[in-house]
């Protein structure tokens, strides 16, 4: 049962709704919108204006090119209506996984947010079955340029510390595979090129978990045959292979956990009592970004202060004390004050 009425010169649709029992009431433009977006498929499949003309004028809504023309573009702010004007005339298709409702501001900022800071973190078919709504959120905030919220992509950045290496090249087939064993747990017969002089070695590990760290990523794995746990570099893969047999995953294995303990650290399976005199000037960002959550620092004099924490005991830490040792001196433990001065050493040589 329909009614048509005029209320300020605008036509308007009321339709009993029988499901909720109610008479529902839209008007004219709205209903032409909710058709445009029925007509327009989704990709591969396409249309073009003048077949969505004459579907409409089928329906009743007589529209000029036009009027049909600014119709679709304002729909494609709301929706992820996209265009090929590569061929004339031009096609219109919606693309897949979009959330045909619409997008919040809020939605769209938090999508793009991910695509610029994290997609690298999603498999590769995830992040093709997202590049509808990456696309839909980036008509968006182009949209809504009024709204201050639509700015802050541009006001906020991530920048990693210390210098940064480029970004080295991954095989894609070797992470579309290594991204597949990882979901289905599936064990890998991997092609490794170690650093020189080390000859490629093939392995058969069962894949852990992925880590970035900065632009490298690491495949944490065990061996198949020890349950020895290795980190892989991603870009040393030559080729992989998935195996027919299930991974056999560790009991209680949890990725979080492992990276907590230091296991990417290159540790050395011990917890020591460092000491460390510092440069009040120089070192004061470590007051205000501790070694640990239970340092204990003393004043020794007003030019120096001491940290005294306990700490993993890693390669990292080595080479992190070693960049500030022109403004800090470690006074403990003895081994890795013996160590640390023997690198130094060999540093300075190298400057003779």
């Given at each position: ?23 529902i ?95 690298h973190?999603l ?11 990456f696309?839909q ?5 182009a ?13 906020v950045?991530?920048l ?29 017969r ?49 080729d ?17 956990g ?5 296991s ?6 011990e ?82």
């Amino acid at each position: 049962m329909k009614n048509n009425f005029n209320i300020e010169q605008r036509p308007f649709i009321v339709s009993y709704n029988k499901d909720l029992g109610l008479f529902i009431m839209s008007d004219n433009r709205t209903q032409r919108h909710m058709a445009i977006l029925r007509y327009i498929p989704q990709k591969p499949g396409h249309t073009t204006t003048v077949e969505l003309k004459n579907k409409l004028s089928t329906d009743g809504f007589n529209v000029s090119l036009r009027m049909l023309q600014r119709d679709i573009e304002s729909l494609s702010c709301q929706h992820a209506i996209n265009c090929d004007d590569s061929v004339r005339p031009h096609r219109w298709f919606q693309l897949k996984g979009v959330n045909q409702t619409g997008m919040t501001l809020s939605t769209a900022l938090a999508i793009c947010m991910l695509k610029e800071h994290a997609q690298h973190l999603l498999p590769a078919e995830v992040n093709t079955n997202l590049d509808g709504f990456f696309s839909q959120a980036t008509h968006k905030l182009a949209a809504s340029s009024e709204n201050p919220l639509c700015n802050w992509p541009a006001q906020v950045a991530i920048l990693p510390p210390g210098f940064q290496l480029g970004k080295p090249t991954v095989n894609d087939q070797v992470m579309k595979t290594v991204e597949y064993a990882l979901i289905h747990q599936q064990e890998l017969r991997i092609n490794y090129k170690p650093r020189p002089p080390r000859q490629n070695k093939s392995y058969q590990i069962n894949p852990l978990g992925l880590v970035a760290r900065g632009h490298v990523v690491y495949l944490i794995a065990t061996l198949r045959d020890s349950g020895e746990y290795r980190h892989f570099v991603l870009h040393r893969m030559v080729d992989a292979e998935l195996s027919s047999r299930s991974a056999k995953l560790p009991p209680h294995f949890d990725l979080s956990g492992y990276l907590e303990k230091g296991s990417m650290s290159f540790p050395k399976n011990e917890v020591i009592s460092l000491e460390l005199k510092v440069d009040c000037i120089e070192g004061f960002h470590l007051l205000e970004t501790p070694l640990s959550p239970e340092q204990v620092v003393t004043y020794p004099d007003h030019d120096h202060f001491i940290i005294q924490a306990q700490v993993n005991n890693t390669e990292e830490l080595k080479w992190w004390l070693m960049s500030i040792s022109d403004i800090s001196q470690l006074l403990g433990p003895e081994s890795l004050k013996n160590e640390l001065a023997a690198s130094l050493i060999k540093a300075a040589q190298q400057y003779q």
